[in-house]
């Protein structure tokens, strides 16, 4: 069972490069998610697709681009890439959205900006 | 702004003991509240899920409670393992999202 789907799992970038990290689940859910985690921080929301067709910010989306090509797939596109967003970025969907169901969560993609 | 406070960050303790985390939040209009786990270097596994209208919720070795107007939550875990060692974090929800305290870790001494 493939679950939630998070490519790549690790990458380098410059300061000024953009990259897109890639998203899909294959449980039918209604609802996706990016959070970013850091050390000492615990996970903060980035943006969300509460249902296909529909994206809105979270906490943190400055900087940050998403789109919910289908219902399966949501994907984070950082424009121009800083220092300050080395992270873990973590994609999750949920059935019905956090209000109603759980969330089930990828292994995460770890992005180093030098 | 929903606020979540895990404390304490770090806890230490031999196996076969019972383990009590606590979870604070400042914004009782939650929808539900899950427990997660995380692994070193992995993502998130969710525990337990407890609706606002639930006191409590069970699984196994795993017990929360919710205390929604007061803002806290619990997770109780019996005769500890050392395969129970990990990072446990709690998530209210509320307007579709969840929030997510700093979590506590958590190291069970064979």
């Known amino acids: 069972n493939a679950g939630v789907t998070q490519t790549p799992k690790f990458q380098v970038l410059k300061t000024g490069q953009s990259m897109t990290l890639q998203c899909a689940q294959d449980?039918?859910?209604?609802?996706m998610y990016w959070y970013r985690q850091d050390p000492g921080m615990g996970l903060r929301l980035i943006y969300y697709?509460?249902?296909?067709?529909?994206?809105d910010k979270g906490e943190v989306p400055n900087g940050y681009n998403v789109s919910r090509l289908n219902k399966r797939e949501f994907s984070l596109r950082l424009e121009s890439a800083a220092p300050s967003q080395t992270s873990v970025y973590f994609c999750?969907?949920?059935?019905?959205?956090?209000?109603?169901?759980?969330?089930?969560f990828g292994e995460g993609s770890r992005l180093t900006v030098l | 702004k929903q606020e979540v406070t895990q404390i304490p960050a770090a806890l230490s303790v031999p196996e076969g003991e019972n383990l009590v985390l606590n979870c604070s939040f400042t914004?009782?209009?939650?929808?539900?509240l899950q427990w997660f786990r995380q692994d070193p270097g992995k993502g998130l596994t969710s525990l337990l899920l407890?609706?606002?209208?639930?006191r409590e919720q069970t699984s196994g070795r795993l017990n929360a409670s919710l205390d929604k107007s007061s803002g806290r939550s619990t997770l109780y875990i019996a005769a500890s393992q050392p395969g129970d060692s990990a990072t446990y974090l709690c998530?209210?929800?509320?307007?579709?999202?969840?929030?997510f305290g700093a979590g506590t870790t958590v190291t069970v001494r064979a």
């Open positions: 999750a969907s949920s059935p019905m959205g956090a209000n109603t169901g759980e969330l089930f």
């Open positions: 449980m039918n859910h209604n609802s």
């Open positions: 697709s509460a249902s296909e067709g529909t994206t």
């Open positions: 914004d009782s209009a939650i929808y539900n």
């Open positions: 407890i609706q606002s209208s639930q």
């Open positions: 998530a209210p929800s509320a307007d579709y999202k969840l929030s």
